[in-house]
């Protein structure tokens, strides 16, 4: 079982299963909506449940278009999620209690990360978003 929360305590999560895909996003948008670097989140993996457990009533939804957006805490401001319609799709990994499980796998958006960020360790980076794999040959 994962858990999580927002800085406050208001607002508590829990997923049964797994998440995926972690990476770490560089882009303007995503220094402005997590106030840093850039944002490291995953994805809910499928066949996992996510479920609100306390403050549901507290979170703020400031919806992007095409229907993605994020959600936050109205009390203290902690983006907890992303999401695609009214479905959590990915949860922002500061946010969780313990191990989430998964590391970063990749920085995204590097070509317009700020001048001040310094990205060490050795996920791979990619200037904007990661090649789409190949189909595979039969």
Known sequence: ???GGCF???IRYQIEGALQHARACHCSRCRKAFSGASSAYAEVAAGSTFRWIAG???LTRHMSGHGWGLAFC???GSTLCGM???QVHGVTLGCIDGDPGVRIEMH???GSKAPWDHIAG???QFEERPPSPSPSAE
């Open 84 to 86: 695609f319609g009214d």
């Open 1 to 3: 079982m994962i858990e």
């Open 74 to 76: 109205s009390a203290c």
């Open 108 to 110: 995204i958006f590097v």
């Open 8 to 10: 406050c305590g208001s």
């Open 122 to 124: 050795d996920a791979p």
């Open 56 to 58: 549901e009533d507290k």
